[in-house]
């Protein structure tokens, strides 16, 4: 009886005893002891470590990276415009012990970034359209936004990692008329191209009409050319059988215009005397049977 009762004293004992002097360190975190209140020494290995029971205490603080995610805030634009911004912030404990003195924990660590996040974020908009911070410039806002922090928290313990801008809205009763005024402007700029497009659609076609006229009249100055060529060669052709049997010429072009101007059921009055009628008058009938 009294080994069991020396057995139980001792368990009791060291389930009191043991939490005071051992503790272990996870990997995702790290230890500040403190004694009578301050602080003595800092743990960032993992692992199992000792202190003195009832003097010493040890405060438990997170190694990875934090977000601080605030409610949704109203800022100003370079335009004076109002904008509903979303961001959150990625930070972490860089310096347990400095932490530990100026803001103790988490919690106050975090109100100690948002103030100056709202203050540099609202500077930083303040120099950017909104068509900036929603487009090829958001990038490079957010890494300016980080640079001027990151100094400014430096002195608590805490590192920024980054500062990103979820969302950059309008308030819902400044909506319609933002977009009416867009939309003005596009169509602003859609007159522009259009009337562009009219002017330089009208030199094309003037320079075609040019060109059409242009080549109209080589086409025309040609042929003409060539006909002449053509009337004179016939003509050099005409004369050439003129001069070889002048009676026979002139009797194949009065065949000519006897082909052209009668017909089967034609009648043609002539003069006696006249030169087309010389040669129908010519022609012998067939003696009878």
């Known amino acids: 009886m009294k080994v069991f009762l020396a057995v139980a004293v001792l368990v009791f004992a060291a389930l009191i005893l043991v939490p005071q002097v051992a503790f272990t360190v996870d990997e995702t975190k790290q230890a500040i002891v403190l004694q009578f209140g301050e602080p003595i020494r800092v743990i960032t290995k993992s692992g ?3 202190k003195t029971p009832f003097l010493q205490q ?32 990625r930070w972490r404990i860089s310096d347990p012990l400095r932490f530990y003195q100026t803001v103790r924990d988490e919690i106050g660590g975090e109100g100690r970034i948002r103030p100056v996040i709202f203050s540099e974020l609202r500077d930083e908009l303040a120099r950017h359209f909104m068509g900036e911070a929603i487009s090829q410039k958001r990038e490079p806002i957010m890494q300016a936004m980080g640079e001027r922090v990151r100094p400014k928290v430096a002195n608590f313990g805490i590192d920024i990692m980054d500062v990103r801008l979820k969302r950059v809205d309008l308030p819902r009763e400044v909506q319609a008329s933002v977009f009416a005024r867009m939309e003005a402007e596009r169509q602003r700029i859609g007159k522009g191209y259009r009337a562009d497009g009219e002017e330089l659609a009208a030199k094309i076609r003037a320079e075609a009409e040019r060109e059409r006229t242009v080549l109209l009249a080589d086409a025309y100055e040609k042929s003409e050319s060539l006909r ?35 017909s089967q059921n034609t009648s043609v009055v002539l003069s006696s005397d006249s030169e087309l009628f010389r040669y129908l008058m010519s022609i012998q009938k067939p003696p009878s049977p």
């Open 58 to 89: 040890r405060v438990m603080l997170e190694k990875r990276i934090l977000i601080s995610d605030p409610p949704t805030g109203e800022y100003f634009d370079a335009d004076k415009k109002r904008l509903l911004v979303d961001h959150l912030t």
């Open 228 to 262: 002449g060529e053509g009337d004179a060669e016939a003509s050099r052709v005409y004369a050439d059988a003129f001069q070889q049997d002048m009676e026979f010429y002139q009797f194949l072009r009065s065949l000519e215009a006897y082909e052209r101007f009668l």
């Open 48 to 50: 199992l470590h000792f």
